[in-house]
């Protein structure tokens, strides 16, 4: 079983950045699609973004278009989300998860891991 562990939320005011990073363990990880998805208190999980295995196409929901990217390192087992512009509304836990094809997905059933996640908040 692939571990996640995510890294990178925290504090920030409306208007700044974060860049959280997400690590998996085992050697396949090139192999797989994965994902960022977020939680907001009282809401349920929603997409965010994803990437396929080799970053030839990535998805954005749209709350994400124009201020969120993904990307990933396969040498380094990592995929990123850089947040920029964050709005109070992007407050919520935000979990990388993996799915066991090349390809990603906008639906978290469709994923077989996931990490414990990070707490983005951002003040107004």
């Known amino acids: 079983q692939v571990q996640l562990v995510e890294s990178g939320g925290g504090l920030v005011q409306a208007g700044g950045s974060l860049r959280l990073s997400c690590v998996a363990s085992?050697?396949?990880?090139?192999?797989?699609?994965m994902g960022w998805f977020r939680q907001a208190p009282g809401k349920e999980r929603e997409f965010v973004l994803s990437i396929t295995w080799n970053s030839g196409r990535t998805t954005y929901a749209d709350s994400a278009k124009g201020r969120f990217t993904i990307s990933r390192d396969n040498a380094k087992n990592t995929v990123y989300l850089q947040m920029n512009s964050l709005k109070p509304e992007d407050t919520a836990v935000y979990y990388c998860?993996?799915?066991?094809?090349?390809?990603?997905?906008?639906?978290?059933?469709?994923?077989?891991?996931w990490g414990q996640g990070t707490q983005v908040t951002v003040s107004s």
């Open positions: 085992g050697r396949t990880f090139s192999q797989y699609g």
């Open positions: 998860a993996r799915r066991m094809v090349l390809y990603e997905s906008t639906h978290g059933a469709d994923y077989d891991s």
